[in-house]
């Protein structure tokens, strides 16, 4: 027997996909980001995304923290995630969405502060982007790193 997927009421209040484009390569993925209201909840702000390098930056604040009071681990994750997403639809110029299938992500110093996620594509083909992401604090020292796998979706 299946078990029917339970939506919340407010799942699509801020719908993120636009609607496919009836001709093949019409598609412009550029918007996508600004449409994620998560990333406005986190406070994300896209500095670039272009030819397959993008960069990031979000404001620390209490309610990002952990109970160590350093931004929390997941943030960075979704930093990281967000700038690597970004890094790979620039790649495809813009023609083309994403969804990631794979990250690994490694915590290398606690983040305070102002924070700087820079994203490349390092390569793929028609279907998957591998992308690579760091996140440094305002004096440059690196306290995060991500992998990830993406897939080219349609939109």
């Known amino acids: 027997m299946d078990t029917p997927v339970m939506t919340p009421p407010h799942a699509h209040a801020h ?17 996508l980001f600004a449409q994620v209201a998560f990333n406005h909840l986190l406070g994300l702000q896209r500095e670039f995304a272009q030819d397959g390098v993008a960069r990031l930056t979000l404001a620390a604040r209490p309610e990002l923290c952990n109970n160590f009071l350093v931004v929390h681990g997941g943030v960075l994750m979704s930093m990281m995630d967000s700038a690597m997403s970004s890094a790979a639809l620039s790649a495809s110029g813009f023609q083309k969405a994403v969804v990631t299938i794979d990250m ?3 915590f290398h110093q606690p983040a305070r502060g102002h924070l700087t996620a ?5 390569g793929g083909g028609q279907s998957v982007c591998f992308c690579e992401a760091r996140v440094e604090d305002e004096q440059g020292t690196v ?5 990830g796998t993406f897939r080219y979706v349609r939109v």
Do not use: F, I, K, L
């Open 118 to 122: 820079h994203a490349t594509c390092q």
């Open 15 to 31: 719908a993120t996909a636009p609607s496919a484009p009836e001709t093949p390569g019409s598609a412009d993925t550029s918007g």
């Open 143 to 147: 306290v995060a790193r991500a992998m």
């Open 104 to 106: 690994t992500t490694s």
